[in-house]
């Protein structure tokens, strides 16, 4: 099958690789040259699904060592006071023997081995150009071009949307009081905010504010960034030094009514994007990839391609509306600091505090999907 992928993002080259294992022949279109694809500053937090997946597709072994295990999940709830941990005990027993709750990536590091992995495969190849010269020699096209996509606004797929009246500041810092295998995941009344592990005592912290909040804190010098971060890290962790400029960028929720237009499949960002809380962007695309190789591996579908559009977009129907539903719960239950949520609020720590079930419950969901 001949497949043409548009946007070599972090879907794009994983549907890459993925679909070319599964026996197509994909030429990949990037505008950007691999340099400006590897200068982003992002990290991921990188779930169980995204490591089977890696795994299935030979390049676990490739990226682990730029990966940073947590063993520790803290969440926090600053309104209660209170705090629960996800340990490696509340994972499945067969992904318990990985040794870590999840992992801690830095975008330049593994899109420069996803891009170095990809120019060893045969069947991509890779086309530097924003334009598909003829669209009629593909089987399936796949839209792995952001949440931006020109592709989609080309074939009118309309989608749900809004801002939410948030930004996120992301920065990396040494902290000291904490130990590098544990993540945090802190619910404050001014929008949920992450601290993860990047090594030694390096952290990242992504943290969500009103854009009013976000835009001061911006303009603040280093020294005073550093007393405002002292005023939001849990009791006991002090931020020592900021190794980067702070970073801002507008929080959107974005969800397409389907996830494919006749052959054009939208994949990743393209079809979803949502609050950075918990971590689960990214995972989310590689689920879109797995689920769309699983199709496409399907020997019967490979005569009857028209269908797996319709298949794929059905399939991945579940996993998304749930992610995005949960994402955006945590995001106003993170906020609503009112009292007549505090009830409420007791009794969902309580149970997950006590309760090993429902802990494995979450986590479960939140690292293998639906
Ligand atoms: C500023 C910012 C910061 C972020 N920080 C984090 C973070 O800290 N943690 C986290 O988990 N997630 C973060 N995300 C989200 C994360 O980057 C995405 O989940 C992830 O990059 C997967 O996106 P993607 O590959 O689907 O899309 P993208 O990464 O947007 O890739 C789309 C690609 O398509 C290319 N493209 C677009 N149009 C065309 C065209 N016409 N022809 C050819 N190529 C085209 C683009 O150049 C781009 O390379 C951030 C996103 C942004 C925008």
Redesign the pocket.
Known sequence: MNVAI?????????AAISLANAGCRVDL????SDE??IN??????ITHSSRKLLQKIGLWSVLVSHLVPFQYLNVIDYELNKKFQFLINDLKTIDQKYAAVGWIAE?KNIMLAILEFISDIDKINKIP????PNTNNYEIIIA????????KKKLKTPSFNFNYDQM?I?TKVLLRGVKSNEAFEILNSEGPFAVLPLGGDLF?I?CSQSIKKGNYNMSLSKSMFLDYLSTILPYGIEPDTIIDEP?S?PINFLINYSFFSGKYIY?????H?FH?VG???????WRDVDCLSRLISIPLLKNNHSIIPLLYSVSRLIDVISISLFTDILVRYSRSNFNIFLIPRLFIFFVLKKSALTRKFILNIMTNGI
């Open positions: 548009i946007g070599s993002g972090l879907t794009g080259s994983l279109y990037e505008r950007l400006e694809l982003r500053d992002r990290t991921y937090a975008h150009t924003s334009v598909i792995a071009d952001g949440s931006t996509s020109n592709t996120c992301t990242q992504i970073q960028f994949l990743g960002e393209t079809a994007k950075p971590g689960q962007g990214l995972n989310l695309c």
